[in-house]
Structure formats: structure tokens, C-alpha cells
């Protein structure tokens, strides 16, 4: 899986406790690198145009 800026992503993490922004598709707008979190990714939502940090490893391609 690629993960570029100005792709089209969904979120689909592999804990089932992590239940922000599950199956929410988006647009990568911005890759970020954390000292807590990791790499994470501000990716623009496509059903309310709002912003939000996901983490990169939660991110899947659209089929």
C-alpha cells in the first residue's frame, strides 16, 4: 500500500478498540511525524470536509 498526498484513503484500524474515524474515507492532505504517536497523517474528510489526525498504519486503499 502506497500512502501519498492527495490520495483518496479510508480508515480501517486492526484494534477493535480504536473506534475514531472507523470506515470514514478521506483525502491524505498532509504527513506528519509524532514523537508519541508515530507517523500520523491529516487527512480531509469527505463526508464533513473537516480535518482530523489518523495514524498512517490504519489507513487501507478504497475498493
Known amino acids: ?7 483518496e484513503m479510508v480508515v480501517k484500524p486492526l484494534s477493535k478498540l480504536k473506534k475514531k474515524h472507523r470506515d470514514r474515507r478521506g483525502i491524505i492532505t ?5 514523537q508519541k504517536y508515530g ?3 491529516l487527512m480531509k474528510f469527505t463526508d464533513t470536509n473537516r480535518i482530523g489526525k489518523v495514524d498512517v498504519v490504519d489507513l487501507d486503499d478504497l475498493q
Request: aromatic share 0%.
Open 1 to 7: 500500500m502506497e500512502i501519498k498526498i492527495g490520495k
Open 30 to 34: 498532509k504527513i506528519i511525524p509524532d
Open 39 to 41: 507517523v500520523r497523517a
